[in-house]
T-cell receptor, first 109, second 114 residues
């Protein structure tokens, strides 16, 4: 299993772009990179997933460099409601859906 | 939202008593998972199921058993609850085991063992 490392916490202000980087140095060829978001007292929710280069959806963008040893989740113009824990997952199988401690993002007014 | 219902949502039980948590889905997804979440540990996989009567252990399976007699139900049993099993338990489902398949989570069950 590819081990992931991400910052424990980050603070930002409303309207700013937030970038959360995840390191996964031993990522395997078949592994995908997936990000989940979790609000207090709720289960995690899928945000975005990618294999290489850049992926964008209505919520976020995911940047993956060519060596795939890291990835960056980008949240454009965050609001207070984006305050949550963000998890980076790496794996080739959902049986290996392993969550670390995640990054607590706090958006300040 | 995906049709996942966990029951009960909250439970307080005494040490040594058996406890069963239920996860019910209406999505007909093949894969189902039980996680526990504790402060500082993120979510840790307890058991998962890849079909009716097909289950396997996760990283923290000691003290837990599971059963899946129907596609829609995945039960987690604590045979003899201990205080260390006080936690928030989440059920998840996915259509396949491939990593590029989105997993959907339930709302969680807060279990307190006193």
């Amino acid at each position: 299993l590819a081990k992931t490392t991400q910052p424990i916490s980050m603070d930002s202000y409303e309207g700013q772009e937030v970038n959360i980087t995840c390191s996964h140095n031993n990522i395997a060829t078949n592994d995908y990179i997936t990000w989940y978001q979790q609000f207090p007292s709720q289960g995690p929710r899928f945000i975005i997933q990618g294999y290489k280069t850049k992926v964008t959806n209505e919520v976020a963008s995911l940047f993956i460099p060519a060596d795939r040893k890291s990835s960056t989740l980008s949240l454009p113009r965050v609001s207070l409601s984006d305050t949550a824990v963000y998890y980076c997952l790496v794996g080739g199988s959902a049986r290996q859906l392993t969550f670390g401690s995640g990054t607590q993002l706090t958006v300040l007014p | 939202d995906a049709g996942i219902t966990q029951s009960p949502r909250h439970k307080v039980t005494e040490t040594g008593t058996p406890v069963t948590l239920r996860c019910h889905q209406t999505e007909n997804h093949r894969y189902m998972y039980w996680y526990r979440q504790d402060p500082g540990h993120g979510l840790r996989l307890i058991h998962y199921s890849y079909g009716v009567k097909d289950t396997d252990k996760g990283e923290v399976s000691d003290g837990y058993s599971v059963s899946r007699s129907k596609t829609e139900d995945f039960l987690l049993t604590l045979e003899s609850a201990t205080s260390s099993q006080t936690s928030v338990y989440f059920c998840a489902i996915s259509e396949s085991s491939q990593m590029n398949t989105e997993a959907f989570f339930g709302q969680g069950t807060r279990l307190t063992v006193v």
